[in-house]
């Protein structure tokens, strides 16, 4: 065998050999996580990996290797761990800097150039019926598999008399009902565009951006190019503000991480462990059965899908924060082949709209809730439930733990235990990695499928290797 033969066998195998190491290194943990035998194994297998990093040229790989890191580093030296955060917290300081004038400048720029107020409405209702189906489809795989899995039956719950705390400190309406109908739409409408972008209010942005972008496509071409030309170069320095953000990607992902595990205990990933199976199962079910079928149906190119939308899932599987992933998704799909006027419009509006992995978890939790505390649900309450969280998923967006704050209010209305929610916060961390992701890459192929839908797909073509960048991925 020539050396350019062994080079490329060991560049194919290596990281499945690094892999496999690692996890055994993890199962040494599971039997002692201060095991010096463990944690020499996988730092044995980080080496080996990070070996076969070094000779990637793709963003993702790093990310995904210094998440390894991370984990390593909360196991190891947890007081060092717990410091890290403030890198995470960077990192996400600059991709709220970008999510605002990003989604601006591409909205109204793509509504600016096509006017037409009906094409924004047609694009409009096709995006919601796509939205509703999965997300309906979402709520019913939550259902099925706690019904199944009966991961509440038998779980005992301290009585501590009060919601948690950990939810109700969360923000003005923590603990609150959620928002009626009349409340969610003066929350959809910016009174003020300053306050929307400095709270982060997506959908509220969104708004102003395609009403902005609708009065500016009714004014004349000579008095509307100087502010459009504008506004595109904006969203052209947006994007590459974005890829300058994503250089730090690894150490921000690695920090959190190593925080998460550093803080929590390597524990956490043990206790409840039923529960936080079925939502990954049924997570799993939700891809076969819904999101797959969505794909085929509208003609997505698989492979070329899930290699764009790698790496803004992994972001997202890291940060367990949709908001950090969301530039580099609305990047990928673009270059995907998704028109850009599209893209600004169906992902931020699927942030508050097309949250199908909060809904399956939400009917995932409220059903472990009622088993826990052994109350008894019909068929009959566990549909008006899930017709209730269908609602009330989409009255908190944007408020800090909207998901935690729907799942109090939920059990509140259908008298369950609210203190198998504080049971519920020791794996959060570890269900929130799942729900964030399925709903980054539910809004990206949502991108596609309207833009197919729409006829206005046009796939680029595979580009070439480059040098280690984020658009490399």
Not at 117 to 128: A, D, P, Q, Y
Not at 213 to 234: D, F
Request: net charge neutral.
């Amino acid at each position: 065998m020539s050396h350019p033969q062994g080079r490329a066998l060991l560049r194919r195998y290596l990281p499945f050999f690094g892999s496999a190491l690692y996890a055994a290194g993890v199962g040494f943990a599971a039997w002692g996580a201060q095991s010096a035998l463990g944690a020499g194994v996988r730092i044995l297998s980080l080496a080996i990996l990070g070996l076969w990093a070094a000779g990637r040229r793709s963003l993702t790989v790093w990310i995904f290797w210094s998440m390894l890191v991370g984990v390593e580093t909360g196991l190891d030296v947890p007081a060092f761990a717990l410091h890290l955060h403030i890198f995470s917290e960077l990192f996400l300081r600059l991709i709220e800097a970008i999510v605002a004038p990003l989604i601006l400048g591409t909205l109204i720029t793509g509504v600016a150039a096509h006017g037409d107020s009906r094409e924004v409405t047609r694009l409009s209702v096709k995006s919601l019926i796509y939205f509703e189906v999965l997300t309906t489809i979402a709520l019913a795989i939550g259902l099925i598999a706690i019904n199944v899995s009966r991961a509440g039956v038998g779980v005992s719950v301290p009585k501590t008399g009060s919601p948690p705390s950990a939810v109700t400190a969360s923000g003005p309406e923590a603990g609150s009902q959620p928002f009626a109908w009349e409340q969610f739409l003066l929350h959809v409408v910016p009174e003020n565009l300053a306050k929307s972008v400095a709270e982060n209010q997506i959908l509220q942005v969104a708004v102003f951006a395609v009403l902005f972008g609708l009065a500016l496509g009714r004014i004349g071409e000579e008095t509307k190019r100087p502010l459009l030309n504008v506004l595109q170069s904006l969203t052209a320095t947006m994007f590459q503000f974005t890829n300058l953000v994503m250089y730090s990607a690894p150490i921000a992902v690695g920090s959190a991480l190593a925080y998460t595990v550093a803080h929590s205990g390597f524990h956490v990933m043990f206790s409840l462990s039923k529960l936080v199976l079925t939502l990954y199962v049924a997570i799993a079910a939700f891809v076969l059965v819904g999101m797959l079928p969505a794909a085929i149906l509208f003609r997505v190119p698989l492979r070329r899908f899930i290699a764009a939308v790698a790496e803004p899932a992994t972001i997202a599987f890291a940060t367990s924060t949709s908001e950090a992933a969301l530039p580099i998704a609305m990047e990928r799909m673009e270059e995907l082949g998704v028109p850009r006027r599209i893209v600004g419009f169906v992902i931020p509006t699927g942030y508050s709209f097309n949250l199908a992995g909060s809904a399956l978890y939400l009917s995932l939790a409220s059903i472990f809730a009622a088993q826990s505390g052994g109350v008894p649900m019909s068929l009959g309450t566990q549909l008006m439930l899930m017709g209730t969280l269908m609602l009330t998923s989409k009255g908190v967006a944007g408020v800090p733990r909207a998901v935690l704050i729907v799942l109090l209010a939920t059990a509140a209305s259908f008298r369950l235990p609210l203190d198998t929610i504080a049971a519920l916060l020791g794996v959060d961390v570890l269900m929130d990695m799942g729900r964030t992701t399925v709903n980054v890459v539910g809004n990206c192929l949502a991108s596609v499928a309207i833009a197919q839908w729409e006829g206005e797909f046009v796939l680029s073509p595979e580009p070439e290797t480059q040098a280690l960048a984020p658009d490399a991925g």
